[in-house]
């Protein structure tokens, strides 16, 4: 089994910046672990539906932003390490959320069917 934890959320005033980390254990049942998985990274606010933020591909690292966050948040990966990042620079009121990360591990990677818990992330006016 694969377990995704999210660390790093916390109360911050507009402006400032966050670094999220997820860091994965476990592997798949056929025996995959964090350096083949896609990655992403979504968030959710209150009354709101669950939002892409970025993702990072597995082989080369190719990554890809939500408009909303582009040119803001940074995201990365240290395979070493089994962890994943999103560098939040420029907050802003309206990334208050519960932060997300999710891996693809099935043979296409085309869809998440690993998610952490969340960490929430609220910024202030």
């Known amino acids: 089994q694969v377990q995704l934890v999210e660390s790093g959320g916390g109360l911050v005033q507009a402006g400032a910046s966050l670094r999220l980390s997820c860091t994965a254990s476990?592997?798949?049942?056929?025996?995959?672990?964090?350096?083949?998985?896609?990655m992403g990274w979504f968030r959710q606010a209150p009354g709101k539906e669950r939002e892409f933020v970025a993702r990072?591909?597995?082989?080369?690292?190719?990554?890809d932003y939500g408009d909303s966050v582009k040119g803001r948040f940074t995201i990365s990966r240290d395979n070493a390490k089994n962890t994943l990042y999103l560098q939040m620079n420029s907050l802003k009121p309206e990334d208050t959320a519960v932060y997300y990360c999710?891996?693809?591990?099935?043979?296409?990677?085309?869809?998440?069917?690993?998610w952490g818990q969340g960490t929430q992330v609220t910024v202030s006016s």
């Open positions: 999710a891996a693809a591990t099935s043979n296409s990677r085309s869809f998440y069917d690993y």
């Open positions: 990072i591909s597995w082989a080369v690292g190719n990554t």
């Open positions: 476990g592997r798949t049942a056929s025996g995959r672990t964090f350096n083949s998985y896609n």
